[in-house]
């Protein structure tokens, strides 16, 4: 698995969530994505690698920027999931 923290530009409220996260969902194969207007960032867990372009894509005609992404392996333990140490 893996984690992607996304910086966006460009969202200003819940609303702008929704519709990152639905845009994510409805484009790239993901488990989990939850967004923050107020860190200006998403994070995505999936099976696969993100690459920053798949996310551009996704966002494409939004009026949402993607500043930058990083995307890192991610281990889940129980319930709980954890970063991987490279």
Do not use: W
């Not at 530009?9 to 929704?18: N, R, V």
């Not at 860190?39 to 949402?64: F, H, P, R």
């Amino acid at each position: 698995m893996y984690k992607t923290t996304v910086k966006i530009d460009g969202m200003a409220c819940s609303m702008c969530e929704s519709h990152v996260n639905d845009a994510f969902r409805s484009k790239l194969n993901v488990k989990k994505v939850t967004s923050s207007h107020k860190k200006g960032e998403s994070v995505i867990i999936s099976d696969t690698e993100i690459t920053s372009e798949q996310l551009e894509k996704a966002l494409d005609g939004s009026g949402y920027r993607i500043l930058g992404s990083e995307c890192v392996p991610y281990e889940k333990k129980g319930t709980f999931f954890k970063v991987v140490d490279r």
